[in-house]
């Protein structure tokens, strides 16, 4: 079970930590993604993270902005993001799959957490 966590309502230009706390079974050997769903919208991954923590994706739209982390002691995964935009409104998602290595593709998730919504106002 995945809980998404630290959305909110913040104005452009500032910071959120969302948190994705998983439960039933241990993160550590299993790559982490990140998905948000604006309205009207597909879902995108906009960040992914490697069972190791080493190899890292991003989505253009958010690089050098938003910063994915996992804990394994907590099995808990991180996604800060800073210098928010109203374009970054959306319901995001966290994802967890059984395989070490991310991918870009929902799909390819078969676990997902319920969401948890951000809204940036301008």
């Known amino acids: 079970q995945l809980q998404a966590s630290g959305g909110g309502l913040v104005q452009a230009g500032g910071s959120l930590r969302l948190s994705c706390a998983v439960s039933g079974r241990p993160i550590s050997p299993y790559a982490v993604g990140w998905f948000r769903q604006a309205p009207g919208k597909e879902r995108e991954c906009v960040s992914a993270?490697?069972?190791?923590?080493?190899?890292?994706y991003y989505a253009d739209s958010v690089k050098g902005r938003f910063t994915i982390s996992r804990d394994n002691t907590k099995n808990t995964v991180f996604l800060q993001m800073n210098s928010l935009k109203p374009e970054d409104t959306a319901v995001y998602y966290c994802a967890t799959r059984d395989v070490g290595l991310y991918s870009e593709q929902a799909n390819e998730y078969p676990y997902w957490g319920q969401g948890t919504l951000v809204t940036v106002s301008s």
């Open positions: 993270i490697d069972y190791s923590g080493r190899r890292l």
